[in-house]
């Protein structure tokens, strides 16, 4: 599994790149394999708030439809549309074009709540 | 077959194996206060005083009445083809197709009658169906909700009373502001509704025909609403799309209706069935059940169960509808009723409507006392009569005749005003004794 230095994670795996005071967010290599072909995302709107570890976006496979939890809370800058039409991207490139929103950080503490590159992969481990 | 469901001896044998004595004791932590000392229960009757009892009942109703009560709910002839083989115990007994493998008949039906409801109001995906019209519409507004983010919902005046007597209870505890134009015979004041329409709407709601018969070409307050955001729904009489302009070509964005005139007898309290449409757009707003076409593994065309995602049974609190059936057999009777006519049919049928109800306008509106309001109708219409409607509707009654609905009945300030509907199975005769019967009750 492809776990890359620098970004953040959650125990429900999505991932943020927290740059400044806006972070990225998407879902893990492991969320994107356990979950199989994507077939549709359901977005927020830019400007909605989200909360931390709440349900803010869903992603539907063959197999199921999940729930994608925040990270930290913030409000919705910039959406990925691309998903919209190509949602494959989720499984083809889940750190790069298949990331998922943008958001503008409310509270850099937050960030305490989260893992780091290699606590994300001994958590994995745990799991499998 | 008993339907006695436990003998003495089998309540006796579950009683000792949970070791309880008796059924009294069972109960016994219901205080007395809490149960009734008797359940007034009658004797059991014999089989033969039952069919006497249930068919006493049944005379009490009156079915011989020639028909011209609307509203919503229509008289129309439903061909034996429908009843041969909607009948059939393939159909009639068949559950819900979550197996596809051994299913298809059924998925197949549904999958054709999908397709029929997207012909006949031109839009582009339809669900499988609903209860009835007023729960597809209760529906349509919460999709409305859901693709806009916003929560006023403006209901036009023309919108059936009990349609809108179901969305008010549906949403009475949900976060919707709903507005109501007053009830208006004839077209829509655009006046009326632009008053309210503005970027917090989520949905304007029209219907056409209206609950008064009126026809109307609603395009304009579709760009108008479509400009501000918010989306048209538009509720419908499916026979009248054989003639009028559709929902599909006038842009509204979703469209809803009862299915009762597609081959559903009438009777009190269903069942019917309800239609939803939309714009391929909103395909994942969509509530209840849709049936796909897709192919199997050996690449023959096949049909199942499609974007379940949806649903209820797969996620919960998150579903479009807390609905998770539809009325299959009732919307089976819709396609079949459909394909029976064909096209070039359907559209006789429609005109057949349209053309009674007209001769029948020209013939009312000779009759002193009655004067039949000026709008394009299609084969209903409201007259307002010297005197109190509801009277005259029960005078004639007694004469064999149901003259129309009273709309006193629903508006108080309409005492004086009838709606009358005629369908292609009312014959000249039937039309001029209902002429000759008002004329009767009002003038002598």
């Known amino acids: 599994m492809n776990v890359p230095d620098g970004l953040l994670y959650t125990k429900e795996h999505e991932w943020i790149r927290i740059e400044n005071n806006s972070g990225t967010i998407g879902v893990t290599d492991y969320a994107q394999d356990a979950l199989g072909d994507v077939t549709f995302v359901e977005l927020p709107k830019i400007g909605d708030t989200i909360k931390q570890f709440k349900a803010f976006a869903s992603i539907e496979s063959v197999k199921a439809v999940s729930d994608v939890y925040a990270p930290v809370s913030g409000k919705i800058i910039k959406i990925n549309e691309g998903l919209l039409k190509s949602p494959e991207l989720i499984n083809q490139f889940p750190y790069e074009n298949g990331w998922m929103v943008v958001i503008e950080i409310y509270d850099e503490k937050e960030k305490g709540n989260l893992m780091s590159a290699s606590e994300y992969k001994k958590y994995l481990e745990g799991i499998q | ?444």
């Open chain 2, 1 to 444: 077959m008993s339907y006695v469901p436990h003998t003495k001896k089998e309540v006796e044998e579950m009683l000792r194996v949970i070791g309880v004595s008796s059924i009294e004791e069972l109960f016994k932590d219901i205080g007395p206060a809490l149960r009734p000392s008797s359940f007034n229960i009658p004797e059991g009757k014999s089989e033969f005083e039952v069919k006497e009892h249930l068919e006493r009942l049944s005379l009490k109703n009156n079915t011989n009445l020639i028909n011209f009560v609307g509203g919503g709910f229509y008289d129309h002839y439903i061909p034996a083809v429908v009843d041969a083989l909607a009948g059939r115990s393939e159909f009639y007994t068949s559950y819900t197709p979550y197996q596809p493998e051994c299913s298809q008949g059924t998925l197949q039906a549904m999958y054709e009658y999908q397709t029929a409801i997207c012909i006949l109001t031109e839009m582009d995906v339809a669900n499988a169906s609903l209860y009835d019209g007023g729960t597809a519409l209760f529906e349509a507004v919460m999709m409305s909700l859901r693709i806009t983010g916003k929560n006023k919902i403006i209901i036009d005046g023309g919108i059936n009373p009990i349609y809108k007597n179901m969305l008010f209870t549906h949403t009475a505890n949900l976060p919707v502001d709903l507005i109501k134009i007053p009830p208006h015979i004839g077209q829509t004041k655009r006046e009326e509704i632009y008053r309210h329409l503005d970027e917090k709407t989520a949905a304007v709601i029209l219907q056409n025909p209206n609950f008064f018969g009126t026809i109307d070409i609603h395009s304009d307050i579709v760009e108008k609403a479509h400009s501000l955001g918010a989306l048209v729904i538009e509720s419908v009489y499916p026979i009248s799309l054989g003639l009028i302009k559709t929902p599909g070509s006038m842009g509204v964005d979703i469209v809803t209706g009862d299915g009762q005139s597609l081959g559903i007898p009438l009777s009190f309290g269903g069942p019917y069935f309800g239609f939803l449409a939309c714009k391929r757009k909103f395909l994942r707003k969509v509530p209840g059940r849709i049936v796909g076409e897709t192919i199997d593994k050996e690449g023959k065309r096949g049909f199942t169960l499609t974007l379940q995602t949806r649903e209820q049974h797969i996620r919960r609190q998150k579903a479009t509808s807390n609905i998770c059936t539809n009325s299959a057999l009732c919307a089976l009777r819709a396609v079949i009723f459909l394909s029976i006519l064909g096209e070039n049919g359907f559209v006789e049928f429609s005109k057949l409507n349209y053309e009674k109800s007209e001769f029948t306008k020209n013939l009312l509106k000779n009759i002193p006392g009655v004067e039949v309001i000026n709008s394009p109708t299609f084969n209903e219409f409201t007259i307002l009569l010297k005197k109190n409607a509801d009277e005259i509707v029960n005078n004639m009654i007694d004469k064999g005749i149901a003259a129309g609905l009273p709309l006193g009945r629903f508006y108080k300030g309409m005492k004086n005003y009838l709606l009358i509907t005629v369908t292609e199975k009312r014959k000249k005769e039937e039309i001029l004794r209902l002429a000759e019967g008002l004329n009767n009750a009002i003038n002598l």
